[in-house]
């Protein structure tokens, strides 16, 4: 939940705050966050099970191997999959979105400005609700409807944004839906844990959410040719498409609810 804070942060500063002190003064005063590591690591305790169970976790190389032994080396590429589909539909729109809203769509910076801060409350909500949703419908299913919502919105602005832009609440509608579909990114912590036992889990909740961010130093290069082919319509469809193959790909995890992560022995 103390993403979309941060990211509206960020928006705050970079696009109202930016032009006043620079950005220099800006990574500055960003950089003060990574205390929050340190106080962190220092005084938040582990888990009773991390306790009692810590001298099972295996090395990286040996926790690679026993993966691969086990049967363990499809849900982590599954999960890697997953990874790219969701965090590509959130990083290919937000990283492009206050461009096209300012160039695009013609908008000042400050409703721009608004708008992302909007998505962004409507993703504080979304993750808020939904470990709600997953524990009570299932983490598939879950993980779908919040990908579709995404969907419908991305759908709206890429195709139907000259009709949304003269009709505010409309366009406040749609930018709140998307940000409450892009919630579906707090289940990874409890949809990745559920997959593996607890002397690989680290090394693979790590090495299949990690990777898959790392795939995104490619977005911006994906959305700019489609930019260049399509404009708004092909850089937002490349979100929209990701949101859809998030919605069907979480199929072929299993349903892991109600899993007891301390009995996890096989796939």
Not at 200 to 220: E, H, I, K, L
Request: some cysteine; overall charge positive.
């Amino acid at each position: 939940a103390g993403e979309p804070l941060g990211v509206g942060l960020a928006a705050v500063m970079g696009l109202l705050v930016t032009p006043v002190i620079g950005w220099r003064w800006v990574f500055l005063v960003s950089s003060g966050s990574a205390v929050l590591a340190f106080v962190a690591r220092r005084h938040l305790p582990e888990s009773n099970l991390w306790h009692r169970q810590k001298d099972e976790e295996l090395s990286p190389v040996a926790a690679l191997i026993w993966i691969g032994r086990n049967g363990f080396l499809a849900p982590l590429v599954k999960g890697w999959l997953l990874g790219v589909f969701k965090l590509g539909t959130y990083w290919t729109c937000y990283v492009w979105l206050p461009r096209f809203l300012q160039q695009q769509f013609q908008q000042p910076v400050g409703r721009s400005a608004v708008w992302i801060l909007t998505a962004q409350s409507g993703q504080l909500l979304g993750m808020l609700l939904f470990g709600f949703v997953a524990d009570r419908h299932g983490r598939r299913k879950a993980y779908t409807v919040y990908s579709l919502l995404t969907a419908s919105a991305l759908y709206a602005l890429a195709f139907h944004w000259e009709w949304l832009l003269p009709q505010p609440a409309l366009f406040w509608t749609v930018m709140l839906a998307m940000g409450v579909g892009s919630g579906c990114t707090a289940g990874f912590g409890a949809l990745l844990a559920e997959l593996f036992p607890t002397q690989v889990r680290n090394f693979a909740m790590g090495t299949s959410y990690n990777c898959a961010r790392g795939v995104q130093f490619f977005a911006p290069m994906v959305v700019s040719f489609f930019v260049g082919l399509q404009g708004v319509r092909g850089g937002l469809s490349v979100p929209l498409v990701l949101a859809l193959a998030t919605a069907a790909w979480v199929w072929t995890l299993p349903e892991t609810r109600r899993r007891d992560l301390a009995r996890i022995t096989s796939r």
